[in-house]
Every structure is written in structure tokens, then in C-alpha cells.
Nanobody, 123 residues
Framework: QVRLVESGGGLVQSGGSLRLSCAASGRTFSGYAMGWFRQAPGKEHEFVAAISWSGGMIRYADSVKGRFTISRDNTKNAVYLQMNSLEPGDTAVYYC????????????????WGQGTQVTVSS
């Protein structure tokens, strides 16, 4: 079992920045791909970014490319999402997710999820 806890959300003005963190605990973190997803009210889970265990494969949603950066520190069992140039459309609950194996862009194959952290971007 992998337990994921997100932090770093909050209220920010349009154009601002936030850095989300996801701390993993429980069984070994080794070999897990990590993803960030978000869900706005009344909408489905949306893929944001994902990173492989080694960090050698990274994928972003088109809507965040050039503004968000995903990274991980396996020595700390942590994954991060640096969000710059935030827009009101980025407002959502952001979730960290883990799956053993390769990076995938859909939420279904992820086995473990955090509780989410709210990001609100005001115009």
C-alpha cells in the first residue's frame, strides 16, 4: 500500500505561482510512475503531468505545457508540481497518483491517490 499526501495548494492571483508537493509513504516507492491530475467542479478528472520512476519520461497536458513542471526526488519519496503563470482555468482540486510501471496519461490505471489539494486562481 502506498499512501500519498498532497500539500501546497491555496489561493493565488492570475499570473502567480504555486508549488505542489506529494509525499509518499508505505511500501517501497521504487518503480512507481507518478502523475498529477485535477478535477474542477462538475468536470471529470483531467490529466496534468506525469513522470516515470527514473524521471526520464515526462508528459504534460497541452493546457499546462510551458507553465507547469513536474519533478521528483526519490530519496525523499516526493513528487512536485511547479505551477507558473496560473490562470483561472487552472482552478481545481489537484491530486497526486501513483502506479507501478510506465507513465500513462489516463487516471484509470493509477492505483493510489492522495486526498487532493485545492488550487484557486482569482482573476
Amino acid at each position: 500500500q502506498v499512501r500519498l499526501v498532497e500539500s501546497g495548494g491555496g489561493l493565488v492571483q492570475s499570473g502567480g505561482s504555486l508549488r505542489l508537493s506529494c509525499a509518499a509513504s508505505g511500501r517501497t516507492f521504487s518503480g512507481y510512475a507518478m502523475g498529477w491530475f485535477r478535477q474542477a467542479p462538475g468536470k471529470e478528472h483531467e490529466f496534468v503531468a506525469a513522470i516515470s520512476w527514473s524521471g526520464g519520461m515526462i508528459r504534460y497536458a497541452d493546457s499546462v505545457k510551458g507553465r507547469f513542471t513536474i519533478s521528483r526526488d526519490n530519496t525523499k519519496n516526493a513528487v512536485y508540481l511547479q505551477m507558473n503563470s496560473l490562470e483561472p482555468g487552472d482552478t481545481a482540486v489537484y491530486y497526486c497518483a501513483a502506479r507501478q510501471g510506465q507513465v500513462v496519461l489516463s487516471h484509470g490505471p493509477y492505483d493510489y491517490w492522495g486526498q487532493g489539494t485545492q488550487v484557486t486562481v482569482s482573476s
